[in-house]
């Protein structure tokens, strides 16, 4: 079964370093086979929110919601990135996520939360989980944080800390059984 993945990452701050975390993730998945793409609001443009995707006639769509709501209609489920500013996730991952709605439904997704510190951005991703119900797109149980992200991780996502590599495929192979359920039952029809 082949499956699609958006990884979905949200700092927009020039020092950023959970790019790192988003490539690792990402490189994991290519590793699977999984076509991912990554969705980035920096490399977006994305401003604060007006009105969400489906406010818009198709010919008045911006140009920065023409890509990810492809990417997000298209992908079997979804890799969330996230930060924790002040034990929230990072308001330009939400402001990204906050844009679409039906794009996600019916799809499983994951977390991924790292931090500067030694708690991996864990407290960030409580949060994230009531979020992402609301969206329609329930987490699976098992989170990956990443502990002290700027050296854990190098520019290129390969781990520095070998213990991700381990912690990745445990973390993925959950992920790839919701992917296939959700895709499978997708397929039978969903209520709404
Ligand atoms: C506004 C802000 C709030 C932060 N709050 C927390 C926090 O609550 N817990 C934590 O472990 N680190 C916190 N940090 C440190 C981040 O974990 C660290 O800067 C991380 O690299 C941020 O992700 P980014 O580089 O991808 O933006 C905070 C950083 C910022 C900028």
Redesign the pocket.
């Known amino acids: 079964m082949s499956l699609k993945v958006a990884v979905i990452?949200?700092?927009?701050?020039s020092?950023?370093?959970?790019?790192k975390?988003a490539k690792f993730i990402r490189n994991k998945c290519d590793e699977r086979g999984w076509e991912t793409t990554l969705l980035d609001p920096l490399e977006l443009g994305i401003p604060l929110i007006d009105k969400m995707y489906k406010e818009y006639d198709e010919e008045n769509t911006p140009e920065y919601l023409i890509e990810p709501a492809k990417v997000l209609q298209d992908s079997d489920g979804f890799i969330v990135v996230s930060?924790?500013?002040?034990?929230?996730a990072?308001p330009a991952l939400l402001n990204l996520m906050n844009y679409f709605q039906k794009e996600y439904h019916w799809k499983p997704s994951a977390i991924v939360s790292?931090?500067?510190?030694?708690?991996?951005?864990v407290?960030?991703a409580m949060h994230l989980r009531s979020y992402l119900n609301e969206l329609g797109t329930p987490s699976i149980p098992s989170i990956l944080p990443i502990s002290k992200?700027?050296s854990s991780i190098d520019e290129n996502g390969k781990a520095v800390d070998e213990s991700y590599n381990k912690r990745s495929i445990k973390f993925l192979d959950e992920f790839d059984w919701y992917l296939k359920a959700f895709k499978e039952a997708r397929n039978n029809g969903t209520p709404y």
Do not use: D, K, L
Request: zero cysteines; glycine letters at 20%; hydrophobic letters at 25%.
């Open positions: 990452y949200g700092s927009v701050r020092s950023r370093q959970g790019i975390a930060g924790e500013y002040n034990h929230a990072p790292y931090s500067a510190g030694p708690f991996g951005g407290r960030a992200v700027y």
